[in-house]
């Protein structure tokens, strides 16, 4: 059974920082592309990024060169690391792989 765990959410000023985790356990992690979304309140779920098994990744417009998306393959898990954040930032945070996802965390940016 495939489970992901997302953590690390959290309260956070404008322009700091966050960095979210997603633990993967049931599934090969190495040889899939890791993907993040996020939704905010009364918005549909949207892309945030991804990256393949071999490391390359690609953001959303949104989030680029601000946010960065890493993988630890002995881990399993893949990390999405948040900085500048603006409160349109705020949503909860999914990662998912194939056709599985996590429960998600909650980022709220706001002063």
């Known amino acids: 059974q495939v489970q992901l765990v997302e953590s690390g959410g959290g309260l956070v000023q404008p322009g700091g920082s966050l960095r979210l985790s997603c633990a993967a356990s049931?599934?090969?992690?190495?040889?899939?592309?890791m993907r993040w979304y996020r939704q905010a309140a009364g918005k549909q779920r949207e892309f945030v990024g991804f990256?393949?098994?071999?490391?390359?990744?690609d953001y959303a417009g949104s989030v680029k060169g601000r946010f960065t998306i890493s993988r630890d393959n002995f881990k399993n898990t893949v990390y999405l690391q948040m900085n500048s954040l603006k409160p349109e930032d705020t949503a909860v945070y999914y990662c998912?792989?194939?056709?599985?996802w996590g429960q998600g965390t909650q980022v709220t940016v706001s002063s």
């Open positions: 049931g599934i090969i992690f190495s040889i899939n592309t």
């Open positions: 990256i393949t098994s071999g490391g390359m990744t």
């Open positions: 998912n792989i194939a056709a599985h």
